[in-house]
C-alpha cells in the first residue's frame, strides 16, 4: 500500500517528536531505533526511509527540542521564565524540559554536527533572551548557565531529596530580582 506524501512527512515529524522526548529522558544511548519507532507507532524498518542514520535524528530531535523551548519562551517574562525553569514541575517533567540540561553531557560526546546543532540551540535562546530585555550576552549566558546547572544538579540528587528542592530555591532566590533588581 502506497502511503501518501502528507502521511509521509506527518510519521517523520512524529518520529522527531518522539525521539525528541524519549532522548531528553533517556540520553541518546538509551533509546534504541526499535524502541524509538514502536514509541512512534512505526516498524522498525521505516527508520531509515526517514534518516539516513540515528545521529541525524538525533540533530534533528535536539533541534526540535529547541525550538519547543524557544516557543515557550516566546511572550514570557525573564522572570517567569526563571521560576518556570527553577521549579521541581520542569524538573521532573524531562522528556518535555530542557535540551541544554537533559542533553548537554550526551552531546559533549557526538560529532561536530551534533554539536553545532546544540551550540545553535543555545545562540537562539540566548537572542530570544536579549530581545527580552537589557541584560548584556555575557549576563545572559551567566543566568542561563546558572539555570542549566542548578537543573542538572537538582535532577542527579533522588526525587524525594531536601538537597534537590534547595539548589532550585536557592538558584532561584538568586536569580529573580529582588526589589527591581537581580543579584
Known amino acids: 500500500m502506497k502511503v501518501s506524501k502528507e502521511q509521509v512527512q506527518e510519521n517523520r515529524r512524529r518520529i522527531v517528536q518522539t525521539a525528541s522526548t524519549l532522548f531528553r529522558e533517556r ?12 514509541a512512534a507507532g512505526l516498524t522498525h524498518g521505516g527508520f531509515y526511509k526517514h534518516f539516513a542514520s540515528k545521529a541525524d535524528l538525533m540533530a534533528e530531535a535536539m533541534r526540535c527540542g529547541f525550538m519547543q523551548s524557544a516557543e515557550d519562551a516566546q511572550g514570557v517574562t525573564r522572570d517567569q521564565f526563571v521560576a518556570h525553569y527553577l521549579s521541581r514541575q520542569h524538573r521532573d517533567g524531562m522528556g518535555q524540559g530542557c535540551v541544554m540540561a537533559s542533553l548537554g553531557s550526551d552531546a559533549a560526546r557526538q560529532s561536530d554536527a551534533i554539536k553545532s546543532e546544540f551550540a545553535a540551540g543555545i545562540e537562539n535562546l540566548l537572542a530570544i533572551a536579549k530581545a527580552d530585555g537589557g541584560e548584556t550576552r555575557a549576563d545572559l549566558i551567566a543566568t542561563l548557565s546558572q539555570m542549566v546547572g542548578a537543573l542538572v544538579l537538582s535532577r542527579g540528587c533522588p526525587d524525594d531529596s531536601a538537597l534537590a528542592d534547595e539548589i532550585l530555591q536557592v538558584c532561584r532566590a538568586r536569580l529573580l530580582p529582588e526589589n527591581g533588581e537581580a543579584r
Open 27 to 38: 540520553g541518546f544511548d538509551g533509546v534504541g531505533v526499535a524502541d524509538l519507532m514502536s
